[in-house]
Each structure stands twice: as C-alpha cells, then as structure tokens.
C-alpha cells in the first residue's frame, strides 16, 4: 500500500507519535525524571545495602508511604492552582488528636471520630477558601497562621494528656499494620485497573477520531498497559513472598486513581487546570473561580485528616508531636518532587504517590545505613531543589518552544 493510498486513520497516527516525542523534547518529560530518579536511588541503596530491596523491607517501605502520600494528594490540588498550603501537617495532629481522645476517653466509636475529624479538616479548609476569596489574603499566610492556631488546637484537645496510646486491637491499627490482601485480591485488583486504563486509551481515542483530531496507535496503548500490568504483578508476587501487599497501601492507591480521574474526566477537574492555568482566563470563560478556590481548600484539608488517621493508625499512638517534624514539609516536597509544578496548572495525583515513593525511599535507605537524619535532610532538600529546577528549565523550554 503506497502513502497516497494508506487509510487517512492509519496516517493520522503518525503524527500523534512525533507531536508525542517533540512535546517530550520541548520539556514536557512529564514523570520520567522522577521514574528514572527513583530507580537510580534504589539501585545505590541496593548496592549499598543488599537488604534494601527485599520484600519485607519494601513491605515496609509501601506502608511507610501510605500516610504522607495520602497528605500529598490534597497538596497536588492545591499547587495545581498555584497556592499552596502550609498547615497540613497541623491539620494531620489535630485530626489524630480527635482520634485518640475520642476513641480512649470519650468512648466514641470510630466511625464517629473518624467523622468529626474529618467535618474538622474540612470546616478548616473551608475557613482558609472564605478568606481568600472573600479578603484576598495570600494563601501563604492564611495557612501559616492556621499551622499556629491548628497546632494550638491540637495541644488544647490532648491536653493534659500529651500522649494517647491506641489499642492495637482497635480497626483502624490494624487496617494500618496488620491487613494484607491475598494475593489472588491483588492480582484481581491489578487487572482491574489495567482494563480500565485500557479501556479508557479506547473510549479517548474514539472521541479523538469522531472530532478528527490525531491518534495514536491501539497496540501502542495495549503495550503500555501491557507492561505496567507487568509490573505490577510482578511486584505482587514478589510481596507475596514476605507479607505481602497492604490494605492501607492499596486504600492509597486507590485514592490516587480516584483523584486523577476526578482531575482528568470531570468538569471540576478541568476547572481546577484552567484557574491554575490562568486566573483571568478561566472567569471570563465562566468558571466559578472563588468555588473552585473554596473546594480545593476544603479537600486539601480533608486529605491531610485521612493522612493523619492513617500515621495515627500506623503508630497506634497519638502525641503532641503528630503532625510535626517533617510531615508538613515531606507532603509539599513529595508534590513537587513528584512532577507538581509551583506555578500551577500541570501535575496530577499520581505525582503524590511518586514524590512520595522518593521521599520514603530515600528515609529508608539512610535508616538500613544507620546514617545520621541529618543526611536525610540535606538529600531530601538537595532532590526538591533539583525537582524545581527541572520544572522550571521545562517551564522555560515549553514558553520558547510555544513562542517559536
């Protein structure tokens, strides 16, 4: 078959894959960087310590990410309206604070303090859309002085107790520590996931052709699909053969893919990447702006709750010290370093689950070394720094490239 007579659908595939490729080359990498970033780390860890990836040290590693990742999802979705948030962690202790008083002192059962927690996350985020839409006050300081005044809260609730422990019986330690799928769940799981992906590739393509825009190749999607498929009964396999995989891991995983498809097929979400896009844009297209604002606040504030619960969960002990240390810094870090530009409009949930990975990777490496949390530190800041300048050299790159 010659060009002149080659299906003009056959034809259009073609230059979907080089627009793919120079996109990519104008500084669009999208998660490469930080795919190929991870593996590096676990390969030098790997060499230098030969326990680093066994299967119950990433066992551990997985349920590790679990609780600052879920943090991390609320912190994509505010970075992608180029805000940001600065009092999640905050808002994680007071959430475990409610926790562990209402479960050890009050008597409540745990859906109910789950529930309270959760409506005290989101009356906080509400509080931080109102005064920014209303007042105009940056972001950055409405959540700065929340970090102060939720913390205050948090002491006032545990007061004067300072530390709770929770009974390792209760449900939702056990959902943190104890609770494993089988592995014909995971695999099951896994397959799901990878048909509704497939599916997906379907569905978008034909919509591409019907509006007679360019596409891609089928096979070429089913390989992709194909190999993470792959990968991912691979992993499980290879779980299986110590504890195996997490609830608590899956339940994030399963919100990470809840919030890319909320970000990627709803009116929402494309509300929430034009606003970050552009402000001025966005109003005179008819957006509701100040909801989008208010919305994205409330869940930021709700993800940090879950996120606490689950630290809460994994530690079976609430203290006046949850929610501090690193924990506000690694979630914001774990969005950037995952791909999650500062200037908002591009990034994705998945970015949460990969930033974090990176963060968690590289705590535990340095904890198997026995080296210093000072190290740990000046790495994690060496990585953000080197994850922002990526972004913006693509940021540059992508302005040029347009601009030509």
């Known amino acids: 078959m010659t060009e002149t007579t080659r299906p003009t659908a056959v034809r259009s595939r073609m230059p979907a894959v080089v627009d793919e490729i120079r996109i990519r080359l104008a500084g669009n990498l999208g998660s490469i960087p930080v795919v190929v970033g991870l ?36 912190v994509v979705l505010t970075l992608l309206l180029g805000q940001i948030d600065l009092s999640v962690g905050s808002v994680s202790g007071l959430a475990a604070a409610i926790l562990g008083v209402g479960l050890t002192q009050l008597g409540w059962p745990l859906p109910v303090a789950i529930g309270l927690a959760l409506l005290a996350g989101a009356a906080v985020g509400l509080l931080y859309g109102v005064l920014y839409t209303r007042f105009g006050v940056p972001s950055f300081i409405i959540t700065l002085a929340g970090l102060l005044g939720v913390l205050g809260l948090q002491l006032k609730v545990l007061d004067p107790n300072g530390s709770i422990n929770i009974p390792y019986d209760s449900p939702i330690v056990l959902f943190a520590q104890s609770w494993f799928l089988p592995p014909y769940v995971a695999y099951a799981l896994a397959a ?91 109003r005179r297209a008819g957006i509701r702006v100040n909801r989008v604002y208010i919305s994205v606040f409330v869940l930021c504030s709700s993800f940090a709750v879950v996120g606490g619960l689950l630290a809460a969960g994994r ?90």
């Open 39 to 74: 593996a590096i780390i676990w390969g030098v860890f790997q060499l230098l310590n030969p326990s680093f990836l066994s299967a119950d040290n990433l066992v551990n590693l997985t349920l590790q990410c679990a609780a600052g990742g879920t943090i991390a999802i609320g």
């Open 192 to 282: 799901l996931w990878a048909g509704g992906m497939f599916t997906s590739a379907v569905l978008r393509q034909r919509r591409r052709e019907r509006a007679g825009l360019p596409t891609t190749s089928l096979g070429w999607q089913a390989a992709k699909v194909g190999a993470l498929l792959a990968l991912c009964v691979a992993g499980v396999a290879y779980l299986a053969t110590d504890r195996g995989v997490g609830v608590m891991f899956v339940f994030f995983i399963v919100l990470v893919i809840i919030v890319d498809v909320v970000l990627t097929r709803t009116r929402w979400g494309r509300e929430v990447y034009a606003v970050g896009g552009s402000v001025e844009a966005a």
């Open 315 to 404: 530690l079976a002990s609430v203290t006046l010290s949850s929610g501090g240390g690193d924990t506000n810094l690694n979630a914001i870090a774990a969005a950037v370093i995952g791909g999650t530009s500062l200037f908002g409009g591009r990034g994705s949930a998945w970015s949460a689950l990969l930033g974090i990975a990176v963060i968690q990777s590289i705590s535990n490496g340095l904890t198997l070394l026995n080296l210093d949390s000072s190290i740990r530190y000046m790495i994690t800041g060496a990585v953000l720094l080197l994850a922002v300048i990526i972004d913006s050299l693509a940021r540059k790159s992508r302005a040029a490239h347009g601009q030509a």
